[in-house]
């Protein structure tokens, strides 16, 4: 497998809209994943119809819209292959399609490779994102290619299989932190310093976060680094934490019971807000009017925003952080450069291609 084979829609050069493509026979091809730029007026990856109808399988790395959100639109656009993804995935991203190919929860270290038509053969594991969220190794008549993701090998809620002592002639690797060499240990005590200089001068701290995903490594982030703070939650966030925790074997087990007694004691937001110096909201963008109107009047009280993602465009924490009334601090829920660096270390890649970020790089042993 090399560059010179790869189909790239999307992904490489920016954060979103991961889509990549690859040959594996005459005329029959393999993606991975489907992903949207949601802030974009063209958001979905360019595929041609006739090449996805050539598309064999296309394997789902986990939920998120900008990496599973195109597939209705290539289901409309003409792919009928095989989609191959974990149970989490499906049911987070709202898929409901008869050629699954349903992968099972990783419950120990997975060493039988699966087996597919066409010479492919599957071995993956948690990739330390999301409940579901996994890396694929793949091996066939194209050689072997390895794509990491979204990828955390230190997170704290999620579990990681990690990635080593792998060879592939070309790995897709997450650097969505292509700015950072710190690793995510370091880039998260940076974060909670921040946090307590502000709840040190009095203030409150309200935290927009995304349905699945980074909102359980930032509780369990806070109940480490700053065990006296006084946290409410909102009824999306709590709701949306229960359900992840419905897939024990996605999350690490001294993550799942801190977790639990962290819903258990977590006050709701509307009721309890006075008593709170952090508020955790489930709402990214702060799209929903009662957020927006909450986190106004908060602000004009002197809370701050702490943004930990992504900024959407029009959006009102962009709107926050013009207006100097947010920050943003990019929680570590993907690879640094440093942790790019480390996997490329500890593996044995012919070609490495970094993905999800603005930044463009490509690696290459020379023998």
């Known amino acids: ?144 290619i390895l794509y990491s993701g979204d990828y955390q090998r230190r997170a704290l809620a999620y579990q990681t299989d990690v990635i080593a002592g792998c060879r592939a002639d070309l790995a897709i690797l997450d650097c969505a932190h292509a700015e950072h060499e710190e690793n995510g240990d370091l880039l998260r005590a940076r974060m909670t310093a921040r946090m307590g200089e502000i709840l040190g ?13 980074r909102g359980l490594e930032i509780v369990c982030m806070l109940r480490q680094a700053l065990p006296a703070a006084r946290i409410a939650v909102d009824d999306t966030f709590r709701r949306l934490t229960g359900e992840t925790l419905a897939w024990e074997r996605w999350i690490r087990p001294e993550a799942a019971g801190q977790l639990r007694q962290f819903l258990a004691g977590a006050p709701e937001c509307r009721e309890n807000w006075e008593k709170a110096q952090i508020l955790l909201l489930g709402d990214t963008h702060l799209e929903k009017e009662e957020n927006r109107r909450l986190v106004r009047e908060q602000v004009k009280a002197g809370a701050k925003v702490l943004v930990t993602g992504r900024v959407k465009r029009g959006s009102c924490t962009e709107s926050l952080l013009e207006e100097g009334a947010a920050f943003a601090m990019p929680y570590p829920h993907h690879q640094s450069h440093g942790d790019l660096m480390e996997m490329m270390e500890e593996n044995e890649f012919r070609t490495v291609m970094a993905f999800h970020s603005g930044r463009k790089e490509v690696f290459i042993a020379f023998e």
Request: with cysteine.
């Open 201 to 213: 001068e009095g203030r409150r701290l309200i935290m927009p976060l995304p349905k699945y995903g």
């Open 1 to 144: 497998m090399s560059m010179n084979s790869l189909l790239i829609k999307g992904g490489y050069g920016e954060h979103g809209r991961s889509c990549f493509l690859f040959p594996f026979g005459s005329d029959r091809y393999a993606m991975l994943d489907c992903g949207i730029m949601d802030t974009d007026p063209s958001p979905y990856p360019q595929v041609e119809p006739e090449l996805l109808a050539k598309t064999e399988y296309l394997f789902l790395s986990h939920c998120h819209k900008d990496h599973s959100g195109a597939f209705g639109h290539f289901r409309r656009q003409g792919f009928g292959g095989f989609l191959v993804t974990t149970a989490p995935t499906l049911k987070f991203a709202g898929i409901d399609y008869e050629k699954t190919i349903l992968l099972r929860d990783p419950g120990e270290e997975i060493r039988e490779p699966v087996s597919l038509k066409g010479g492919l053969a599957l071995t993956y594991g948690r990739s330390g994102h999301c409940a579901g969220g996994i890396w694929v190794h793949l091996t066939g008549p194209m050689g072997s």
